[in-house]
């Protein structure tokens, strides 16, 4: 293993530093570890908190600031922040308007974040949450804890961020985060696993003729395992099961802030067809150059166009990885009006700005 690090326990602690010395306008704990905004809290102002392992950057640390991220809470790599962290957090960020938890849908962050969510109630503190499951590599939540959280993360950030930004109630917050949860999907794919420091190794092993389909951002091996072909199959690949995926629908655990309670709501995915307007994020797992990205995103937009529907905003970058897999994932996300006006929004963060 060849990486750039001193010790694999200090990992976190020491890139956390890094980044308060990048950036001084944010305040960044390492006991509880979370980075949050300086200007906050302030009366009337919705705080949106998400966090996550930590391995997967820029998510969440880097979208922390104006117009996105009130707070993140990183993990050690790959394992869910704890409840302490998030707590923490929301006590440092929250003004009366309240909280706003989003959460990737995997096992460790939801246990955590309904600890953390039943703690800030307990604090007085207002709160919501939304759950964001848009992998669609996982075709059913029967078997599993349903789809993963992926690459819509970053756009419902965004967007309920600046919903949160521009003085919307919390529960007006909460329900733009779960209608572009509900208009966003998302699928990958990798040339090489990742290597996890405190492993050593590759998570799982690929021939140089090999690619893995719908992996996962912990390094998870995909749902199938093919022979390497041209960027522009790939990209047909990860896109025609997108385009073909429509009205997913599952059972989550929402908190209900009225009762101080847990409850069950059934969610069905939107559809998404010709005529329908949407954001593009070519995403790199961390180790695939921009350069490849672009060739991706020509043949996205090909294809969008065939089946008649719009790009009309996209994100190509490295905006959610797996530390240094090779490998690349696409998201589309159906808007409408008042989701375009939100993601044109002012943002200034570590990893996204624009209008600012």
Same mark, same amino acid.
């Given at each position: ?20 010395? =990048? /950036?001084?306008?944010?305040?960044? $704990? ?36 104006? &117009?996105?991220?009130? %707070? ?17 957090? %929301?006590?440092?960020? =929250? ?10 849908? /995997?096992?460790?962050?939801? +246990? ?24 669609? %590599?996982?075709? $059913? ?5 349903? @789809?993963? &959280?992926?690459? $819509? ?50 998570? #799982? ?24 072909? $041209? ?21 989550? @655990? ?5 009762? &101080?309670?847990?409850?069950? @709501? ?6 998404? &067809? ?6 593009? +994020? ?11 990205? /672009? ?23 490295? /905006? ?14 159906? #808007? ?21």
């Amino acid at each position: 293993m060849k990486k750039i690090i001193n010790a694999v326990d200090d990992f976190v602690s020491e890139q956390m530093q890094g980044m308060a010395l =990048a /950036y001084p306008d944010l305040r960044v $704990s390492l006991d509880p570890k979370y980075i949050a905004r300086m200007d906050l809290p302030q009366a009337g102002k919705v705080a949106l908190i998400s966090g996550g392992g930590s391995g997967h950057e820029p998510l969440h640390a880097g979208f922390v600031g104006t &117009g996105m991220l009130a %707070a993140a809470c990183p993990g050690e790599i790959f394992t869910s922040p704890t409840p302490d962290q998030l707590y923490e957090a %929301a006590r440092i960020v =929250a003004s009366d308007a309240g909280v706003l938890l989003l959460i990737k849908n /995997y096992t460790g962050d939801v +246990l955590n974040f309904e600890t953390a969510t039943e703690l800030i109630h307990a604090e007085g503190i207002p709160i919501q949450t939304v759950l964001v499951d848009d992998d669609i %590599a996982v075709k $059913s939540a029967i078997k599993t804890a349903g @789809r993963r &959280g992926t690459g $819509s993360t970053v756009i419902t950030e965004k967007i309920a961020g600046a919903a949160a930004e521009a003085g919307y109630d919390l529960d007006t917050c909460a329900e733009i985060a779960r209608r572009v949860n509900r208009n966003g999907r998302s699928m990958g794919l990798a040339l090489t696993s990742c290597t996890v420091p405190a492993a050593g190794k590759v998570t #799982f092993q690929l021939a140089t003729d090999e690619i893995e389909v719908g992996i996962g951002i912990h390094g998870e091996p995909g749902i199938r395992r093919e022979s390497l072909m $041209s960027a522009d199959k790939m990209t047909e690949r990860l896109t025609e099961e997108i385009l073909s995926d429509n009205s997913y629908s599952r059972v989550i @655990r929402e908190w209900d802030r009225i009762n &101080g309670t847990w409850l069950e @709501r059934e969610i069905v995915d939107e559809t998404l &067809g010709r005529g329908d307007e949407v954001i593009a +994020l070519v995403n790199s797992m961390g180790g695939t150059p921009i350069s490849e990205l /672009y060739i991706v995103y020509r043949k996205l937009v090909e294809l969008c166009d065939a089946h008649g529907i719009k790009i009309i905003r996209n994100l190509i970058g490295p /905006y959610i990885t797996s530390l240094d897999m090779q490998g690349f994932s696409i998201t589309l996300v159906k #808007f409408d009006d008042e989701l375009i006006k939100l993601w044109d929004a002012p943002v200034k963060t570590p990893a996204l700005r624009w209008g600012i």
